[in-house]
């Protein structure tokens, strides 16, 4: 039997953070936490590139455009989004969703979710590292590890 799992190491890795300004408050932990993480895991400096965007919306275009490039092992998305008043929140939440997973199948790379999806403000804080964790450093860590393990994959 053979058991395939990808490393904890961040070395020769070439990572893309794209990262909204939208609860940039908010965003900011997560990317906090994430750069954090990849230093933890030897992720060289030099190999991480961090890409802005206004919202969250805009995350699947720019991803798209990173992976045309084909310089990147993993693209990690960085957000948060907020339950309001309308169903705003639900369409967005639903169409970045879907397709930052249509863009990881179409170019066959690891884009992790780091988006913060909650119902209000107080969540969205816990969950940028107050009390359930850090979703950036939860995304960071799936790139790490899903990049290494498809490298082991084709190279089987």
Known sequence: ?????GKISGKGLRLAIVASKFNKLITDK????????LRQVDTYEEDIEIFWV???????VTVDKILESKKYDAVICLGTLIRGE???FEFIATH???SILDLSIKYKIPITFGIITANTLEEAIDRAGMKMGNKGIEAALAAVEMSNLLKMINKT
């Open 86 to 88: 309308t169903p705003h």
């Open 30 to 37: 997560l990317l906090d936490g994430a750069l954090n993480l």
């Open 96 to 98: 970045v969703t879907k």
């Open 1 to 5: 039997m053979k058991v395939f799992e």
């Open 54 to 60: 206004p919202g969250s919306f805009e995350i699947p």
